[in-house]
């Protein structure tokens, strides 16, 4: 695949974003130096006006069933600390959810935690292939696309998306303060661990409170996994990172150890190659 110019990055045309609405993605520092690409696939919480927030008002799209708190700070700072390029989605995953496959039932949400969700209670075949045009295609062509631009320089990227995730879910209280999530490609995560277990304050969740063995997202299994790119999912917990100082120095503690691992020479190679 060819990598897309910078505009077509940011203006792909879709069927249901209007003039006033912002694109599906966008790339921040696209020249960033390293070996890497950060993903953040909820990272938005837009919506378009035409939907008038799919009849749920305001209130519930600052919740977590709306995006991921705090990820658009933590990933675009991250991204300068590394000197990597970043791509982050910029709508609602009750849009549609990027990180799950169209197929998914999961995918267009009519209940999130409860929450009734009235503008996705009635989604037809048509919308939602709409929906998948305008929103989760684009985003992952940019992707691809990104990946490519560094392949086709001989660079093998590190993959790593961001996440966020609540802090009590059905009443259980989540003691992790992150989670690096993962499955067979151990290069990336395992050193992380390593690295940012050195400090006692931490409870780190290995492929907790998700795991990267279950394979029921989408982003990483369709565009690293099948590469065999040195990859890796960090999960940190909203309450930490729910203010954009607070998301800062979260990204000042994961660039550090991040950015020793990326020195290492032997990361750049394809899993099994």
């Known amino acids: 695949m060819t990598a897309l110019p910078a505009a077509e990055l940011v203006d792909h045309p879709t069927p249901l974003i209007g003039p006033d609405d912002p694109p599906p ?6 020249q960033g ?7 953040a696939d909820h990272a938005g919480v837009a919506m378009p006006a035409a939907y008038d927030h799919l009849g749920l008002g305001q209130v519930p799209l600052g919740r977590h069933i709306a995006y ?10 991250l991204a300068v600390l590394l000197d990597a390029p970043a791509l982050l989605h910029n709508y609602s995953r009750l849009m549609i959810d990027p990180n799950r ?18 503008g996705n209670r009635h989604v037809d075949t048509a919308e939602a292939a709409a929906r998948a045009e305008s929103f989760h295609r684009p985003y992952h062509r940019a992707i691809d696309a990104e990946i490519d631009r560094s392949t086709d320089r001989g660079i093998v990227p590190a993959i790593i998306a961001m996440h966020s995730f609540t802090p009590v ?4 209280e989540r003691p992790w303060h992150l989670g690096v999530l993962w499955a067979d490609d151990a290069r990336l995560p395992v050193a992380l661990m390593t690295m940012l277990g050195r400090d006692p304050e931490l409870c780190i969740g290995d492929n907790e409170p998700y795991s990267g063995r279950n394979m029921h997202g989408y982003t990483i299994e369709c565009h690293a996994l099948p590469r065999g790119l040195p990859n890796v999912l960090i999960e940190v917990r909203q309450d930490l990172i729910d203010t954009s100082e607070a998301a800062a120095g979260w990204a000042e503690r994961l660039a550090q150890p991040l950015l ?3 020195a290492d020479e032997t990361l750049y190679r394809i899993a099994g190659g």
């Open 25 to 30: 993605f966008r790339l921040h520092n696209r």
């Open 33 to 39: 130096r390293a070996r890497a690409l950060l993903l």
């Open 68 to 77: 991921d708190i705090g990820t658009g700070w933590l990933t675009e700072r």
């Open 101 to 118: 496959p169209l197929d998914d039932p999961t995918s267009i949400c009519a209940i999130s935690d409860g929450v009734v969700i009235p």
């Open 169 to 172: 879910l059905r009443g259980f």
């Open 260 to 262: 020793e691992i990326l």
